[in-house]
């Protein structure tokens, strides 16, 4: 989750003060909290309900040390301790052995105040894993959010949660099988060499989602506000210094793709679908032995390979926070 448009680890005290100007009230992602949760098994049960009713949502930001009026933030106090890293593994600790299944992906983000105080973010995705029940001195609920807060699941909304947790795996493995299926059989949005491939799916959590649709052009906006840098998987392209990549809209979305070889072939490509699923191909490849018994040194690709990674999940994160 991004506040002001930054990262969680480069939200300032001034971009929370944003938060107070501009009379930001509570959502469905979002809760202010004036003080920490101590120790005692109320306290502690009442901050898992809080964390899991996120994971079992739409992912959200639990904020520590800001007070709310009806919802709405407005001041900022942040809480007082003499060791922060202390207070964030107590908070690691209670996360850690409180729920089940564990919620992957939780950030504990502290800002350090002008008063030397600190606010605590915690940054809760939308899990694939739903539903999650708190289990804290058996405790056994389960909780979920809309526009009014957190709430209590009925028996009912937590049999459909496990419906849609395996029908969301299943739905995604279905979209892999099938574009892998079309790559094999060469109906790709462009002819590519015919050489090994080497494909990358990047598939949010919301892809599914009616409401996950994003424009070309603010697709296209993304593209060029960051350099070019997503043309191919292994080799982040810069626009000043080099022209050999074309782009262009299709019916999937956009399409970034290398200069042409010879017999029109190309030897990457990217897929920006309309839902935010990222297809990223690579048939660059030197690594094989001429010999009939060929293999891939994969130490050769492994760092690139990562790199790449990152890059294309920072462009799914930008396309994920893009109003």
Same mark, same amino acid.
């Given at each position: ?230 043309? $191919?998987? @292994?080799?982040?392209?810069? !626009? /000043? #210094? ?5 782009? =262009?809209?299709? +019916? ?41 018994? $060929?293999? @891939?040194?994969?130490?050769? !690709? /492994? #760092? ?5 990674? =990152?890059?294309? +999940? ?10």
């Amino acid at each position: 989750m991004l506040l002001n448009g930054k990262s969680l680890d480069k939200i300032t005290e001034s971009d929370l003060q944003e938060l107070i100007d501009n009379g930001v009230a509570e959502a469905k992602t979002l809760d202010y909290k004036e003080k920490l949760s101590g120790n005692s098994d109320a306290e502690k049960k009442e901050f898992l309900y809080d964390v899991s009713s996120f994971a079992n949502a739409s992912g959200g930001n639990l904020i520590f040390g800001i007070t709310e009026d009806k919802g709405i933030a407005i001041k900022i106090d942040g809480i007082e301790t003499n060791d922060i890293d202390k207070e964030i593994l107590r908070l690691d600790n209670i996360l850690r052995d409180g729920i089940s299944p564990r919620i992957p992906g939780i950030r504990i983000q502290p800002i350090q105040l002008r008063n030397n105080n600190y606010v605590i973010i915690i940054d809760i995705p939308r899990s694939f894993a739903l539903p999650h029940m708190v289990t804290y001195k058996n405790s056994s609920r389960f909780y979920s959010r809309n526009s009014g807060g957190k709430y209590q699941l009925d028996v009912d909304e937590i049999r459909t949660s496990f419906t849609v947790s395996q029908g969301l795996i299943d739905r995604i493995r279905d979209f892999r099988r099938e574009r892998l299926s079309m790559i094999i059989a060469e109906e790709t949005p462009i002819i590519l060499e015919k050489d090994a491939q080497l494909v990358l799916h990047l598939i949010p959590l919301n892809a599914f989602d009616l409401s996950s649709s994003i424009s070309i052009s603010d697709i296209d906006k993304i593209y060029r506000q960051n350099n070019c840098e997503y043309t $191919s998987l @292994f080799t982040p392209l810069d !626009y /000043e #210094n080099y022209s050999g990549f074309k782009r =262009k809209y299709n +019916l999937e979305g956009y399409l970034i793709f290398n200069e042409s070889y010879e017999n029109n072939s190309y030897i990457s490509y990217t897929q920006i679908f309309r839902n935010r699923i990222i297809e990223a191909i690579s048939t660059d490849f030197s690594s094989f032995s001429p010999q009939k018994n $060929s293999y @891939f040194i994969y130490q050769c !690709y /492994e #760092n690139t390979l990562i790199q790449g990674l =990152k890059r294309y +999940l920072k462009l799914s994160s930008l396309m994920n926070d893009f109003t």
